[in-house]
């Protein structure tokens, strides 16, 4: 049963250029969302979060996007610099609960 | 910055052998997980603890493992008697709430079952 699902499961951009990362839910009930960044043999660096509250939040060059009715997320990184190549994944949750759900990730490339 | 510290970084064990793998949260948080994740496939969530109990657990987390607080700093997750397949990254997290807030993550053990 996945119910976060990033169906990319690789992106290649050019460095400067954007790159957009899609997430996908199933459990209209999630109500926190998080992205993540993993470098490999290392663990899952924090990024950025939004509350369903929101359709939008910044910081600096991430921004992240909800679509609660598509059920849908992204992760828009302006500009995308060779140091953003890694893995990253997409959590959900629901307050209340004790877990995150995590997508199965997306491996970005930035080109130089 | 604080940050989630785990030790050992890469244990290798004999299959049918206890290991314990170690966690030292970030000292203010009051939530604690474990996830794994096998080389490849996505992060899953095992089992997560607050209050010297545990709040929610996958069903992974079965018999073979359990989790205890056994001091005021160190978060500990065990595995009975390993198996080929418990073979994974082992990834420690810390929260200041629940699942409401971000979780933060250490470094992992690479677990090798031989």
């Known amino acids: 049963d996945q119910q976060v699902k990033q169906n990319s499961p690789s992106l290649s951009v050019q460095e400067g250029r954007i790159s957009i990362l899609n997430c996908d839910y199933t459990n209209s009930m999630f109500d926190y969302f998080l992205w993540y960044k993993k470098y490999p043999a290392e663990g899952p660096t924090f990024l950025i979060s939004i509350s369903s509250i929101k359709d939008k939040n910044e910081d600096g060059r991430f921004t992240v996007f909800l679509n609660k009715s598509a059920k849908h997320l992204s992760l828009h990184i302006v500009p995308s610099q060779p140091g953003d190549s890694a893995v990253y994944f997409c959590a959900a949750s629901l307050s209340g609960t004790y877990k995150y759900i995590f997508g199965t990730g997306t491996r970005l490339k930035v080109l130089a | 910055e604080p940050e989630v510290t785990q030790t050992p970084s890469h244990q290798v064990t004999q299959m049918g052998q206890e290991v314990i793998l170690r966690c030292v949260p970030i000292s203010n948080h009051l939530y604690f997980y474990w996830y794994r994740q096998i080389l490849g496939q996505k992060v899953e969530f095992l089992v997560s603890?607050?209050?010297?109990?545990?709040?929610?657990k996958s069903e992974i987390f079965d018999d073979q493992f359990s989790v205890e607080r056994p001091d005021g700093s160190n978060f500990t997750l065990k595995i009975r008697s390993t198996k080929l397949e418990d073979s994974a990254m082992y990834f420690c997290?810390?929260?200041?709430?629940?699942?409401?807030?971000?979780?933060?993550f250490g470094q992992g053990t690479r677990l090798t079952v031989v």
């Open positions: 603890f607050y209050n010297n109990e545990i709040s929610e």
């Open positions: 997290a810390s929260s200041v709430q629940g699942a409401e807030t971000e979780a933060f």
